[in-house]
């Protein structure tokens, strides 16, 4: 079956291949019955979450809040209903109603976007109001504790979107804060006059 003449060495380093191959092998189908076992406890963590609640605050409270002319007069309303808001959230959560908590959640999302929206507008002369936008960055600061003692006493189901919510403020203070870092920041001297 052999030929004499093949030398011994040649077997053994067949051999040693075929023994890091079946134990490669070995180890892929080791890996794939673990990650195909953990599959299904994902899913099953996806499906026993809450839905996100719906991110819509009420006409009148928006209308009140982007009334005022003045970016820092709404910048100021906007974090005193902000603050109403979570206040809710964090009173029904100690009360174990959820819902409440959830829904409260949804509206600081709400109030918070469309203030930031409201404030990014470039005035009449191609200008941006950094002051208030400094004055709402602020004041966003402080509720990011308040959301992170929020989201630990929440329980696991509810937990997704409170964690949502802290990324959705930090992505607010960025973008209010990314004007400041502009181009057009430093006002340069009209020539015109």
């Known amino acids: 079956m052999f ?24 180890l892929l189908i080791a890996e794939a019955l673990i990650f195909s076992h953990h599959a299904p406890a994902q899913q099953q963590t996806l499906l026993d979450s809450a839905p996100p ?20 007069d709404k910048a100021e309303l906007s974090l005193e ?23 409260e959640l949804g509206q600081f999302c709400a109030i918070m976007h469309r203030t ?10 191609g200008r941006q109001d950094l002051r208030a936008l400094k004055k709402y960055d602020i004041g ?19 937990e997704d979107f409170a964690v949502k ?6 992505d607010t203070r960025d973008a209010a804060l990314k004007p400041m870092f502009a181009d057009n920041v430093v006002a340069v001297p009209n020539s015109d006059k």
């Open 53 to 72: 609640p719906l991110l819509v605050a009420s006409k009148e409270e928006l209308a009140r809040i982007l009334a005022p002319e003045d970016n820092r």
């Open 81 to 103: 209903a902000l603050s109403a808001h979570l206040s809710k959230a964090e009173a029904a959560s100690s009360a174990g109603d959820l819902e409440l908590a959830y829904k």
């Open 116 to 125: 930031l929206s409201a404030l990014l507008v470039y005035d009449a002369r």
């Open 165 to 170: 919510t802290i990324h959705y403020l930090q």
């Open 3 to 26: 030929d004499a003449n093949v030398p011994c060495f040649v077997f053994r380093r067949i051999g040693a291949r075929s023994a890091r191959l079946a134990l490669l092998c070995g």
């Open 140 to 158: 966003l600061r402080k509720f990011l504790l308040r959301l992170e003692n929020l989201r630990a006493e929440m329980p696991a189901r509810y």
